[in-house]
């Protein structure tokens, strides 16, 4: 008896010897792992060593053991290739490999293998949905946990047909037999498919290796074991048998996996005893039968099954009238896919919208919520603020900081004199980079401010633009224009600090003669737009789109206290879009919303410019209603606040000399090149400055 004692014991002696040694293997595969990245880290960041020599003394001062600095145990000449293939063997050997035996698959039918690889991919699907044999075909492919058997068995049933044929007959099979699968044949684009409509799990459970063993066993053992109690129309598996099956609950016949859950016998993953993708537990061996409607609970108690009603089985008969056939639901996929057909961008739309993205990636930067950077360090706990964008609190001799922030920030008119708070960009690092052992990595790139990048400032052209009277100005002149834009001092009945134009004065401009075919963009607010909705129709135009400006202030939040507005505060503005005649435009590129900070009394944003680029490239485009921050390479504008006139178009320069030869027009003669480009347009036929 002794002796048979002691065996038990040595072996569990000698798989702990095994288990330490292991660990052990592992800990110092970690630990050279992680002194190789150190060393090739340490070139990147010089102060690396020196940071964690300071941590491991602390940490080895407090737990009373000696401290070795790791400059001593650092690796001579650092890889990171090197470092990197230990981690991956470190990882690797922390998982246990199982290989398959192939004297567990000499003796198996190949038939038998595909149709448990098709019952656990068909047990897999929950909720199950109607899968053709294709499918299922590819889901055994890139399934990483078949066995080299498994993958055998495809190709030695399907033969020369394939692998799709060896799904086919194993469906077919498993139709004859057990009637597990439900199948139907389609002919999809001319091409013949099965598709599995229906399942019953119960019955493919008996199709994995484990269930088939179980169910082959001899009556005599089911009598002793259990039976299978049925309640209704469905089947109660019962737990509590005896030998291989209680073995089975309670972990005996079970190996772990590489996942942590159970193996059965062909690599099945098995959480908790059930098959992988399986709602519920296979079926068990019988238990003796009992009453009908009465259960076994736990600790043998008997719990009462509530009978199905006649309701029950009209529900159960109403949600099987509802559901949809497959041919109703191959039509509506075959719907869906015209659709998405339909609405797909064209090859030309996607070349167009790929012209006009940023060179260089994305040049904006986030703002950060906590504004300044003693907030960002208060909030987050740390020394060192976050890599947005921050503000600084100006505060000056008269500022009051218990009454807060300005309502209009930067764009309060008595900024000298506020008593509010005011914000300016903070761009002051937090730690100089030298401190931050960063002196030899790159500065980060300036951010660069916005323009066409499609298209340069020289083929645009030079601004140009003239002082006048837009009221009396001879627009003929100018000539055609395919782009035109328009911010009119509307008289909206409020105070302004500016003059405006009464109605019939904006009704009577001569716009018309400015365009045949082209876009109109007007700017209106308050009352001005129904009249500017009158004005695009008087002047010949249709409406076709309208721009929303969310103005935002220097913080970057939505304003709130508006200078216009009669009974709310305006937090936007509407541009409105006319079209006239079929020019050629760029449809579907940007959107109608634009988000921008508010600057100076009625001054646009600066987005609106590159938009109209990419909606109407390389065509001549005139500003009506400018002032001198609205000047833009490749435009023309034309108001009363800009400064005199200055033209370096050739033919312009002539035309408007003729009709005012008072005038100083500046520079006092073009530039070289755009005469060159000039004579060049003039000397191609069907080509005229004037359009």
């Not at 497959?326 to 996929?333: T, V």
Request: net charge neutral.
């Amino acid at each position: 008896m002794d002796s048979e004692s002691s065996a038990p014991n040595e072996d569990s002696l000698s798989a702990l010897t095994e288990m330490r040694r292991q660990l052990e293997s592992s800990a110092e595969t970690a630990n050279a792992a992680q002194l190789e990245l150190i060393a090739s880290l340490q070139t990147l960041v010089p102060d690396l060593v020196s940071s964690l020599d300071l941590s491991l003394k602390a940490i080895s001062c407090f737990n009373n053991k000696p401290f070795t600095p790791l400059s001593q145990t650092l690796p001579s000449k650092p890889s990171l290739s090197k470092a990197r293939n230990r981690k991956s063997q470190w990882q690797d050997s922390k998982i246990p490999v199982l290989n398959d035996s192939a004297s567990n698959y000499e003796k198996v039918d190949p038939l038998s293998v595909v149709r448990s690889m098709v019952a656990v991919c068909l047990l897999e699907r929950v909720p199950f949905n109607p899968i053709d044999s294709g499918t299922v075909l590819r889901k055994l492919e890139n399934d990483s946990s078949a066995t080299v058997y498994e993958k055998s068995a495809l190709r030695e049933l399907g033969g020369e047909s394939g692998a799709i044929s060896a799904v086919e007959i194993a469906l077919k099979s498993m139709a004859g037999d057990g009637g597990g699968v439900e199948l139907e044949d389609f002919v999809i684009n001319g091409k013949s498919t099965m598709m599995i409509v229906s399942i019953d799990k119960h019955r493919l459970l008996k199709e994995l290796p484990k269930s088939k063993q179980l169910y082959e066993m001899s009556s005599d053992d089911r009598n002793k074991n259990g039976e299978l109690g049925r309640s209704g129309d469905m089947e109660i598996a019962y737990a509590g048998g005896r030998g291989m099956q209680q073995d089975m609950w309670n972990g005996g016949m079970m190996m772990m996996g590489p996942r942590g859950g159970a193996l059965g016998p062909r690599g099945i993953g098995i959480i908790g005893g059930v098959p992988r993708g399986v709602g519920v537990p296979p079926p068990m061996l019988r238990k003796p039968p009992m009453a009908h409607g009465m259960l076994q609970g736990v600790g043998g108690n008997t719990l009462t099954m509530k009978p199905r009603t006649e309701e029950d089985d009209m529900n159960d008969l109403e949600a099987l009238l509802n559901k949809k056939s497959f041919r109703e639901m191959q039509k509506s996929k075959t719907g869906e896919e015209l659709l998405d057909l339909i609405h797909r961008p064209t090859a030309k739309e996607t070349a167009n919208a790929a012209r006009f993205k940023s060179k260089g990636g994305s040049q904006v930067k986030e703002y950060c919520s906590a504004l300044t950077k003693e907030d960002c360090r208060r909030q987050s706990r740390s020394f060192i603020a976050c890599e947005k964008v921050h503000f600084r609190r100006i505060i000056a001799a008269h500022t009051d900081m218990n009454l807060g922030d300005c309502s209009f920030l930067d764009t309060c008119r008595h900024m000298k004199t506020c008593k509010y708070v005011h914000y300016e960009l903070d761009s002051t690092p937090d730690v100089s980079p030298i401190m931050m052992g960063q002196a030899a990595l790159p500065l980060p790139r300036p951010l660069k401010s916005q323009s066409a990048h499609y298209c340069s400032e020289v083929e645009l052209g030079e601004p140009q633009w003239i002082n006048c009277d837009i009221r009396s100005f001879r627009m003929d002149i100018l000539g055609q224009f395919g782009v035109i834009m328009a911010d009119p001092p509307w008289d909206i009945h409020m105070e302004l600090p500016y003059g405006t134009m009464g109605d019939e004065e904006m009704r009577n401009l001569n716009v018309p003669a400015l365009q045949t075919d082209g876009l109109i963009f007007l700017w209106v607010t308050g009352r001005a737009m129904e009249l500017g909705r009158e004005c695009l129709e008087r002047w010949g135009y249709k409406r076709v789109e309208e721009i929303i400006w969310v103005k935002t202030n220097q913080l970057q939040r939505i304003i709130r206290t508006g200078r216009t507005g009669h009974w709310l505060n305006h937090s936007k503005e509407h541009c409105l879009v006319g079209v006239k005649g079929n020019p050629e435009v760029n449809r579907n590129i940007d959107t109608d919303v634009i988000v921008a900070e508010v600057r100076e009394t009625s001054r646009k944003p600066d987005e609106m410019y590159p938009m109209l680029e990419r909606i109407s490239p390389r065509t001549r485009k005139l500003e009506l209603f400018a002032r001198m921050h609205n000047a833009q390479a490749g435009w023309i504008s034309l108001g009363n606040q800009l400064q005199g006139v200055r033209l370096v178009d050739e033919g312009l320069r002539a035309r408007f000399k003729a009709a005012y030869p008072d005038v100083i027009v500046q520079p006092p003669s073009p530039p070289r090149s755009m005469m060159n480009n000039t004579s060049a347009a003039e000397s191609e036929p069907g080509i005229s400055t004037n359009a």
